[in-house]
Each structure stands twice: as C-alpha cells, then as structure tokens.
C-alpha cells in the first residue's frame, strides 16, 4: 500500500480546487476541505479575524494533506485497521465524515459482529475489522467498496439532487460511483449497462 501521505496528495487531487455547488450539503469546499471543517479547526488563513469563504479559498495543497492526516486519518483511529481497510476508509471519512465508519460497523454487523453504529472507531470495531480482513484482506476491502458503493446510490436514490453526483449528464458512471470503484477489484466494478439499470428509474 503507498504511504499514507501519498493516499492523502491523491485524495487532495480526486477532490479537485475550489467549489460551491448549492446541491453539495458541504458548502464552499477546496481539495474537499470544507467551510464547516476550516471553521471546525479554527484556521483563519487570510488572518481577518473570521474563518469564512476566503479562507477556503486560500487554503494550499499541502495544508489540505496535513488536514487529512492528522484529523481523518490518524485522529478517528483509521490507521489501527487492517492495512487493506485503510486507504478505503480514509478516503471515504474524507468525502463522508463518520457515515464511512458506519458504513463499515454495519457491514462487520452483517458479517456477524455485534456493533453499536456510531461511526465511531473504538476498540471494539477495529478488532472487528481485523478479525473480518484475517482470511483474505482483500476480498475484505472489496466488501467495504461495494457496500460504499451502494450507501452513494441509495443516497442519490432518496435525494434527487444528489443524483448527479452518482450519474453523468450522459448516463455514465458519476464521481461517487466511480471513486468508490478506484478502491475495488476490477472483477466487482459495475458495468456501464449494470450502472445504468442501477439508475433506470431516476429522472
């Protein structure tokens, strides 16, 4: 697995420059760090006395990296799971916050653990996931991807607006979908036909 600084510089690239969709909950957002988060880690960086629009707007590649490895990555614990989990898991707390954490306590649940869905990692989860990743890690991480898939359909499915997040103007697979594919088995990734069934009955 590359380290986690270049997972970090690869999601800080995925997640793009400035943006402030009125269909994105996130808000004014660059390299996928937020107002809220800025505000969040009271980081005033054009130094007015006010963390606000300009301050994303300033905030630098490399900032954005340090954000992640510390308070995404190493702060919720990502780095105490099963090396194949982590890389996943870290890039969806990025784009998710603690939905991705949930994410994986109802997917160990289903596989037989016996977890609060907090989205919290206590120590109870992460033994969870590295009794679940032991027999074939990968085929674990495979797991997390297809249920991160489905959690961003289901998502598109119940809220319209988001559905151009998860679809292209053309049908195709949209940012979400195929970010969580990035992290999957080429064998488990979804066709453009099976997408588009997927997708079928959406406006």
Partial sequence: MPDVRTIAKEIVAREGGFVNDPDDPGGATKYGVTLATLRRLGLDLTGDGQVGEADVRRLGRDQAVDIYLEHYFRRPRIAELPEALQAPVFDMYVNAGANAVKILQRLLNEMGSDLAVDGRLGTMTIAAAHRA???????MADAY?????N?????????PASR???RRRDGGKGGWITRAETFLSARFRLSEAEHRARTATWA
């Fill in 164 to 166: 151009k997040f998860a």
């Fill in 151 to 159: 959690y961003y359909y289901a998502l598109a499915d119940a809220r």
């Fill in 145 to 149: 991807g297809i249920a991160r898939r």
């Fill in 133 to 139: 990743a032991a027999p074939d890690p990968v085929l």
